[in-house]
Nanobody
Framework: VQLQASGGGLVQTGGSLRLSCVAS????????MAWFRQTPGKEREFAAE????????TYADSVKGRFTISRDNAKNTVFLQMNSLKPEDTAVYYC????????????WGQGTLVTVSS
């Protein structure tokens, strides 16, 4: 399984970024996909998840209303549109995958760094 994340970068407060994650080695349409994030000295935290069957989404309270997760099953790609970015959104963002019968995320990408300047 390979998850290749991209799209990170430096943006000012209030700006937007769109992260992408291309998956290979899995039947993408049968996998829940998610984005997590991590800052130095802190544990990795959940940001958003998209369901494999109906593309319903779940968000952490900290990003709800600002971030949108979506997927393109034809391109084996999951996206995270991030708007109204804040300095506290600065983190390494990881995409993750779990099979539809699996309870925990067990496939991880390499991460992409998002830096929001104040």
């Amino acid at each position: 399984v390979q998850l290749q994340a991209s799209g990170g970068g430096l943006v000012q407060t209030g700006g937007s970024l769109r992260l992408s994650c291309v998956a290979s080695g899995i039947t993408f349409s049968r996998y829940h996909m998610a984005w997590f994030r991590q800052t130095p000295g802190k544990e990795r935290e959940f940001a958003a998840e998209i369901n494999w069957s109906d593309s319903s989404a779940t968000y952490a309270d900290s990003v709800k209303g600002r971030f949108t997760i979506s997927r393109d099953n034809a391109k084996n790609t999951v996206f995270l549109q991030m708007n109204s970015l804040k300095p506290e959104d600065t983190a390494v963002y990881y995409c993750a995958a779990r099979g539809y019968t699996t309870r925990a995320y067990n496939n991880w990408g390499q991460g992409t760094l998002v830096t929001v300047s104040s």
